[in-house]
């Protein structure tokens, strides 16, 4: 168990996003000013340092990411203490769409060996520690309807549209 989450900040606008690690790995994405109550209801009785050197390669690739020049992100993640095994392995296929690409949830349901309800899988990406970097954002409702996000619906297009435009830029 990491008893120690190491932190640090980067502002995209509009947002100031805050990344945690353990020495494994990204485990929590959130905004600015959230830390001290979200991140300890995924990962309880945590001491968070800053270590902005730490955090150094994370902060690259998720302001890469903004800039429309990284489609993928190689940096470690760690999600090894968070939720259940059902939990991670819908977080294991979420990490797997394309950038670009929106799937619904029942094609995550249907792609598990042990299907559950598309409710249960929902839930699983809902909760999702990891923003971004497992894009839970590229998961839409079968109607086409965008749906929740952890940091509001508005915001979900708006990374749907960026990954588009860079794609259509990019071609």
């Not at 690739?61 to 993928?72: C, M, P």
């Not at 259940?84 to 979420?94: A, E, G, K, Y």
């Not at 079968?142 to 915001?155: D, F, H, P, T, W």
Request: one cysteine or more; aromatic letters at 14%.
């Amino acid at each position: 168990m990491a008893d120690v989450f190491y932190y640090d900040y980067v502002t995209i606008k509009p947002w100031t996003y805050f990344l945690a690690i353990t020495d494994k790995g990204l485990s929590y994405v959130g905004l600015k000013g959230d830390e001290a109550s979200p991140i300890f209801s995924y990962y309880p009785n945590r001491m968070l340092l800053h270590d902005p050197k730490r955090l150094a390669p994370y902060t690259q690739q998720l302001k890469e990411y903004f800039a429309g020049k990284r489609h993928y992100f190689d940096v470690p993640i760690d999600i090894s203490e968070f939720g259940t095994p059902f939990q991670r392995s819908v977080l294991q296929i979420v990490a797997k769409v394309p950038y670009g690409s929106t799937v619904s949830y029942g094609d995550i349901t249907s792609s598990l060996d042990s299907a559950r309800s598309v409710r249960a899988v929902a839930h699983a990406i809902a909760l999702n520690p990891v923003l971004i970097f497992i894009p839970c954002h590229r998961i839409i409702m079968a109607n086409g309807m965008i749906g929740g996000y952890r940091l509001g619906s508005k915001e979900k297009a708006r990374l749907l549209n960026l990954e588009k435009s860079y794609l259509h830029d990019n071609s």
